[in-house]
């Protein structure tokens, strides 16, 4: 921690005309929580936590069911707009915020909704080849990308296609074709599951990373197959063994992109190594060659017959628990922790009525009463790229994309390296001993790169935490006395990690 | 029998003077949520038990992916061998180190193969369980919870951290090395334990006072999170300070090198983390059960290099860490046990590689072990209706032997039903 502001106990509580919390809770050294719970209760206080608007405090309950639970501010425009935009987004500057809140979240939705996704620039080493250059690169690439964008939704939801429909560069082992798919997820993030079903499965890092390139009919791979079907459509546990069997022949012939020439590169200057990587002009998917194909008939899902991928597809689609397993999977990411199952049934029937569009999926989500209501509010874990760019937005910090590209393995999130083929997990998974360490690691190192520029941090309790506070939060917040000091509590606080 | 490691006693002696108990674990469960109870709220459950039973200590090893039991323990003389497998059998039988004249461990596991020359491996055959599933995340589950039915969510190690342990106050009695999320085997609403990923790094970069401030802040926390934040940073509070002290007392007596050929998607640095849980061990942190992974192991494409490459890692690793645990003289008191959700195929693909399977052996390594072959081989000519191994023995037997066996633990009440007992430790405890 830089600057003297003082993060520990004995200094004095600042007088500051945007006091933070006036209220003083009875949770000190030597009380249980349960002496500070009844304490509280007998003043009239609620414990869960303080609440603060318009700088002054209010809105103080009592919990209704007995636990400790955050007091909802989503009755009013602004707190419900800054939700949106948490859960949409990689945080914002004020000036976004400004521009969001003067909108009103009814157009605030809609913009999110309406707006094609700004294609980012191209990648200078995109081309090498072979696709050998350092993953750093294009991490970086994306996460300047998001910054700058105009269409951060567009990324929002390229990053949770990259942890559903994933691969990771180490065993596709070609970060061109890791960039492609960045491209096509981008692209075909809000159009509907069929078309992008067949993308997917043509997609030539997809092709390598689940082995489908590797597939012939005559001795079919079944791991594109499986996936296919348990990780991307329809979840374990709604089809057979067989079926990925019969599926992953039906699935089989497809192959990598024919390159448009190869380069000899000389890999070991010592010895004189020379190795040759294939060279594409431009970006390409798979193809299909009929000669490695299957020809025969298969069952498949209850039906026999011949069998190819679209029909494969097709009739993943025709199975009702393709759109429920979708619809739960974006609830987790967008909603709550545990959407309760008629939730869930309700937006599947509107994604699979809709022909399973995506903008229809997601205007159901963000419109329903269940965004917005009070036992959503705090359901949901930042994930580690999350809040790292919101952090750094919030402070207006420089060069973050190369902190964050290094900072987030320790969390449990690189880009481009998903742990395994199920994605990054979601909410408590991503709270542990080493994470929390690592995350208030990359506050302070922000903070360091921020050095004197930093902002006023007047509103930032208010601004990016909803004026909604532990009591130690509010507590440690009040005693800070200077700006580096409050910013570090507001970033590193748990309210932070929650969106 | 009670060895107590002082600090724990002392730990725990605080721990109840104060007096905290209260309920924020039952309100996560009310919540119907996995959320863990915060250091105070824990305290319940110190009172009501009466320390470990002994000091021994288990750590396990996750061969993430599916590890080809037919290439770790090769069959020497199965006929069926070539024909099921034309590309992949090639030489793995003629270098294989027979251990009899049936089986040889693979080539690759030359250190491994030293420790069962000198009757400290365990190899048990045929592990599986009944109607397995091919999914990697549903099967990691069942071996993570010991509950092929799917009902449980706590994982085995968790519950036995919080039956038989008293892990509340000294969060390094449950560790994962090498990660930076809780392994499904150690969750539990009513453990505690901790996660690291990378010891030199471990620390608040920003110093005492950012250390004493976020301790202050994560405190009290509302809301689903709450208990599972606070803890987290309690634990991560108390683990620094921990392992200042084990650092600046702990020398490693055995060559730790990750620097052997990097495997694709073996993203853990294996040796380093077996590394990490050595210092845990020696310098008496009183750590018990520690689990490390090693990833790759999900071999459908040319799995010939892959997967030898990965058994030699895991050997180089392996074999540092016994090494270094006898120079410590702790050898006797650490059971070293390998597991992955399935094995493979035992009919290549068309891509050099194996599709997912079922029933494969595990080892058991250590000076607690009673070295020999256990279970039941596995016949290349009965194989089940989808082509794979039947499961000879219930992994669940293998878990109950090390619970009730190694760590004197309670294995009933953490499994939840009895199994036959498999007799791989040369002096297995009283059970409790």
Known sequence: MRGGGGLNGGMSVAPSREKVAAIDLPVRRGLTRRQAL??????????????????????????????????????????????????????????????????????TVDRLLETKPVEPPVLAAAGTPGGRFSVALLQQWWLDHILSTATPFGERMTLFWHGHFTSDYRKVGDENFMYWQNLTWRRMSMTDLRSMLIQVTSDPAMLKYLDLAQSTGQSPNENYSRELMELFTMGAGNFTETDVRQSAKALAGWQLPQPDSYATVVVDKANNVTRKYPVYAAQKAGVLNPKRAFSGSVTFLGKSGPLDTQGVIDRILAQPSTAVYIASKVARHFVTAQPDAAYVKSLADTFRRSKYDMKTLMHAVFTSPQFNAGQSYRTLVKTPTEFMLHAGQALGAPNLSKLVAGAGSGMGQSLFDPPDVNGWPTNDSWISSNTVVERVNFVTAVMNQVKKSIPSSANAPQTHLDGVLSAQTAKLLNQATDDRARWFITLASPEFQLK | MTREIGINQLKRRDFLKAGLVFGAGAAGLAAGYAAVPDAFARAVYAAKKEGVANDNILVMIQLAGGNDGLRTVVPLADPALHDLRPKLSGSMVSQALPVNTQWGLNHNLGAIKGLWDKGKVAIVQGVGYPNPTFSHFESIRIWETGDPTRRQVDGWLGRTLATAYDSNGHPLTGCACGTTNVPGALRDLQATMTVIQNQKTFGFSGGSEVEAAVGALYKGTPGIYGALFDTAMATATETISTLRTSAATYHPMADYSDKVKLVYSSKNQLAAALQLAAELIVTGTGVKLLHVTLGGFDTHYTEL?????????????VGAFYQDLAAHGMADKVLIATWSEFGRRPKENASGGTDHGAAAPLLLIGNPVKGGLYGEAPS?????????????????????????????????????????????????????
């Open chain 2, 380 to 432: 290349l000519t009965s194989l089940d209706k989808t082509g794979n191994l039947p499961y000879s023995v219930d992994f669940r037997s293998v878990y109950q032997e090390i619970l009730a066996g190694h760590l004197g633990a309670g294995s009933n009440q953490i499994l939840g039903a009895s199994f036959d007992r498999i007799p791989f430790l040369s002096a297995p405890v009283a059970a409790v």
């Open chain 1, 38 to 107: 009844a304490a509280a209760l007998a003043a009239g206080v609620g414990v869960g936590a303080v609440r603060l608007l318009g700088g002054s405090m209010q809105g103080i309950g009592r919990p209704s069911n007995g636990t400790m639970d955050w007091i909802s501010p989503l009755g009013s425009e602004g707190a419900r707009v800054m939700q949106m935009l948490r859960r949409t987004s990689f945080g914002y500057t004020a000036a976004q915020l400004e521009s969001a809140l003067s909108e009103g979240f009814k157009k």
């Open chain 2, 305 to 317: 290099n892959r997967h030898d490459d990965l058994m030699g890692y895991l050997d180089s690793a």
